[in-house]
């Protein structure tokens, strides 16, 4: 289901490093829209390909869900920034922050990663995350290898960051887009790997 969207893949994981990077104020909201949008047409394809019936092209697809994203986003948006906040609070001023704040990021994309399809499959927002936190914590064992490909995603694109700020220099941005194009793909293979245990599950039931 991934494979067949490498173009956009790419477009969204050079998005994302430039958005997350924070190298250009100028391209920032341009580049902060279009990469919103591919994400919601990367999953909004991968959801048609598992589901039939489910709208096929970007424009249907951005209509019927970009709603629900957006404003999942912003609730979990704002809901993590507790965690995130009381990280830079209490160690911002010693040498693990860096480290720190990629710990709690990786936590956080793992509470989450059944929220994002059930967003898709539900067309909800709220809902959704209850119920993608729920499953979550009733399939733990069967979803520690997702887990882990969160996680690692989530290093990698701590690690393409740091590289990018520490040195500023020409092979530095060709490791931020590297890792920005392998982020993004593990980002959408996590989402699809969780779609199918919510699809199978739902069929045994």
């Not at 173009?7 to 250009?24: E, K, N, Q, Y």
């Amino acid at each position: 289901m991934v494979y067949s969207c490498w173009p956009l893949i790419i477009a969204a994981g050079i998005g994302l490093a430039i958005v997350t990077s924070g190298m250009s104020d100028v391209l920032l909201l341009p580049m902060g829209i279009a990469t919103v949008s591919l994400h919601i047409i990367v999953y909004g394809r991968i959801i048609s390909q598992a589901v039939p019936g489910r709208p096929a092209t970007n424009w249907e697809i951005l209509k019927e869900y970009s709603r629900h994203y957006l404003l999942t986003a912003v609730i979990t948006g704002v809901v993590f920034l507790v965690p995130r906040l009381l990280v830079a609070r209490l160690a911002s001023s010693t040498g693990i922050y860096y480290p720190a704040s990629i710990g709690v990021h990786a936590a956080l994309s793992m509470l989450t990663i059944y929220v994002w399809p059930l967003v898709f499959l539900r067309r909800s927002s709220v809902g959704a995350i209850l119920a993608g936190v729920s499953y979550l914590w009733s399939n733990l064992a069967a979803s520690v290898w997702i887990l882990v490909v969160v996680s690692v995603t989530q290093v990698l694109h701590g690690v393409g960051l740091l590289v990018f700020r520490t040195y500023l220099s020409g092979w530095s941005y060709a490791v931020l887009f590297s890792i920005g194009v392998v982020t993004a793909f593990l980002l959408f293979m996590s989402f699809a790997a969780a779609l199918h245990t919510l699809l199978s599950n739902r069929r045994d039931s």
